[in-house]
Structure formats: structure tokens, C-alpha cells
């Protein structure tokens, strides 16, 4: 593995059904993140995670989930699909700091279609 | 609220300089970076600002004026590879990035 790896690429989901995305780094960053890109408008956050063990949320965390277990993973779990939740996903991480960020490091996205 | 701005799209001659311009408004500043998102791709890293001034990397050039909340990106030389969207993103006082829709660059022969 080199960088960050997401799973699936694509998947078609039908409404109501549970989903898990699932994203692992092998650059040891402390901080990770989940975002959805959706044309016309930015990146924006669902879930982030500064350390093993604790996560937090974001801009838009609603019909979502995380877990942080251990430093290389965080799989983002869609309980119940619903067809605004179509969009590219984005797993990210970075080195956090005392002394701050440093720039996002981010996996190839997960296509992902909600009927 | 927090908002960055950025121009939807713009359009460039091949070999000529085009610059990208973005202003921002966060809860808190800690740094500006501009990244490079070529269509189906994920975003790559290109530059970091947290001091006024200049920062040169080659062919592109960013800079930042923080009692303006401005910053832009130069790019020079332009190839048609440099074809993508470049999204300019701030870091809020909670180390978090506040990313804008991002400026959709074509280039013409």
C-alpha cells in the first residue's frame, strides 16, 4: 500500500440499505478525515478523526458514521442509505501537530449512487 | 459564517500566466492552501501560505495578503495537463479546512 487506499471505487445502493466505505493509510498520520464532493459545490466534512480512539463531525455528519480502532483505518458507515447521500467520497489524512496541520493527503474517492 | 470565493470557471491560452484569485472569511486563520483536482481524480497538494507574501514552486506562485483575506495562485507557462480545478482551501482555528467550489481552468491551444 502506498498512500491512502478506499473501497470500494463505485457501488450502486439501493435506498434503505447499510453501507461501509472503508479507507486505510499507511503513512502513520494521526488525523483523517471523510469528505463528499458534489458538483458545484466544495469539499465538505462529514467525519474526522485527530487520533486513534476519538472522532468528531463535521459540516454535514447527519446519516453517518465512523469508528477510529486504530491509526491506519476509518471505514464511514451509511446506516440507512438515502438518494441525497449520492455523491464522490473522499477519505483524507494528515500529520496534526502541536505546532498545527500539514497539508491533506487524499485516497482516489468512492463513487457512490444511492437509488 | 466561514466562506471561501472563488471564480466557477475561467479560460486560458496554452504558454500564457493566468491567475486564480480567492478570498476567505474563517472562524480563526491557520494557513491557505490550493490544491489541483484534475477531473475523476482526487485533489493534490500544490501550495501553503500562512505568512504574507509570495511563495514560488516552479511554474506556479501563491500568495496571500491575511488583513485582506485574499489569496491567489499564478500560474505560468501553462501546459494543457495544468487543465483541471483548483480549489483554494483555509485552515480554521480548529485545524480544519473550509474548501471552496473550486475554479474549473481550461486551456486552449
Known amino acids: 500500500i502506498a498512500g491512502i487506499t478506499q473501497a470500494p471505487t463505485s457501488q450502486i445502493l439501493a435506498a434503505g440499505r447499510r453501507m461501509t466505505l472503508r479507507c486505510t493509510q499507511d503513512?502513520?498520520?494521526?488525523?483523517m478525515y471523510w469528505y463528499r464532493q458534489d458538483l458545484g459545490l466544495g469539499l465538505r466534512l462529514i467525519h474526522y478523526?485527530?487520533?486513534?480512539?476519538?472522532?468528531g463531525k463535521g459540516e454535514v455528519p447527519d446519516g453517518y458514521s465512523v469508528s477510529r480502532a486504530n491509526t491506519d483505518d476509518f471505514p464511514l458507515t451509511l446506516a440507512s442509505a438515502v438518494p441525497s447521500q449520492t455523491s464522490v467520497y473522499f477519505c483524507a489524512s494528515s500529520e496534526l501537530t502541536s505546532g498545527g496541520a500539514e497539508e491533506q493527503f487524499f485516497g482516489p474517492g468512492t463513487r457512490l449512487t444511492v437509488l | 459564517g466561514q466562506n471561501i470565493d472563488q471564480p466557477t470557471e475561467m479560460t486560458a491560452t496554452e504558454g500564457a500566466i493566468v491567475q486564480i484569485n480567492c478570498t476567505y472569511q474563517?472562524?480563526?486563520?491557520?494557513?491557505l492552501f490550493w490544491y489541483q483536482q484534475h477531473a475523476g481524480e482526487a485533489p493534490t497538494f500544490l501550495s501553503y501560505n500562512v505568512l504574507d507574501g509570495l511563495e514560488e514552486k516552479g511554474r506556479f506562485s501563491s500568495f496571500l495578503s491575511r488583513s485582506k483575506g485574499y489569496s491567489y495562485l499564478l500560474l505560468k507557462e501553462l501546459q494543457m495537463k495544468d487543465s483541471a480545478s483548483y480549489l483554494c482551501?483555509?485552515?480554521?482555528?480548529?485545524?480544519?479546512?473550509?474548501w471552496g467550489a473550486g475554479t474549473k481552468l481550461i486551456i486552449k491551444p
Open positions: 503513512m502513520r498520520h494521526n488525523a
Open positions: 474563517t472562524s480563526g486563520f491557520n494557513g
Open positions: 482551501a483555509a485552515m480554521d482555528s480548529n485545524y480544519q479546512l473550509i
Open positions: 478523526s485527530n487520533t486513534a480512539g476519538t472522532t
